[in-house]
């Protein structure tokens, strides 16, 4: 993966492999405290597109029709012109990131479908972002909109596997990049990465999990 970006140094690339690793692998063993974590970005960011789509809609779709999406909306959120979105963007950056990480906290059915369903609703605005690097806005929206549909599901009908899945596939991008940038492999070597450790990862939190549920079990049965 050719890349402008600077030489990554030891120290960061060791602790990014390390967590790479242990995200990719054992995600579920730190559920606990990977689970508040995602909580807080997921209230954060739907909060804030919440804010966009309220407040500064027609400003929105220019900026998601920018060849840097991100940077553009980055400029919006900061921009001087308008203090008061700002504020207010900020605000509800912080409010939903602390509201969802306090509902995390709690047990329960509501709790967690609440849970589940901010963090379906993140995971699609992240992917739509992902989109908007290579395709047009309106592909974009459509394909994230028909991707949304099976993530909701999976959300609501089994959390804990379906944080498996996105830790799997988040440690193995991680690590997949981090290899990437200090070898300056091409592309498709990182894909293949990418998907070796997806499926590898994937598996092997799936298997605990499935060890795990049927320890309890045992345990409820005596």
């Not at 509501?110 to 972002?129: H, Y």
């Not at 599901?153 to 200090?182: P, T, V």
């Not at 450790?197 to 045992?218: D, E, P």
């Amino acid at each position: 993966m050719h890349t402008d970006l600077p030489t990554l140094g030891a120290p960061i690339m060791i602790a990014g492999l390390l967590a790479g690793f242990f995200l990719c692998f054992y995600g579920n063993k730190a559920k606990k405290y990977l689970v508040p974590l995602r909580s807080v970005l997921s209230g954060a960011m739907v909060s804030l597109a919440l804010v966009f789509l309220l407040m500064h809609k027609e400003a929105l779709i220019v900026a998601l029709q920018t060849q840097n999406a991100i940077q553009s909306l980055l400029d919006l959120l900061i921009s001087g012109e308008h203090y008061l979105f700002s504020i207010i963007a900020m605000s509800s950056i912080a409010i939903g990131g602390l509201l969802l990480f306090a509902l995390s906290r709690k047990s329960g059915v509501f709790a967690e479908k609440i849970v589940s369903f901010f963090t379906a609703l993140s995971m699609a605005l992240f992917i739509l972002l992902v989109l908007l690097g290579f395709l047009p806005l309106t592909l974009s929206l459509v394909i994230t909109a028909v991707l949304l549909i099976p993530i909701l599901i999976f959300c609501m009908r089994d959390f804990s596997s379906y944080m498996a899945f996105e830790n799997a596939i988040g440690g193995a991008l991680l690590i997949s990049y981090l290899l990437a940038r200090f070898w300056y492999l091409d592309i498709w070597i990182f894909l293949v990465w990418v998907a070796i450790l997806s499926v590898t990862g994937i598996f092997s939190q799936l298997r605990s999990l499935k060890r795990h549920k049927t320890k309890g079990g045992q345990s409820d049965a005596e």
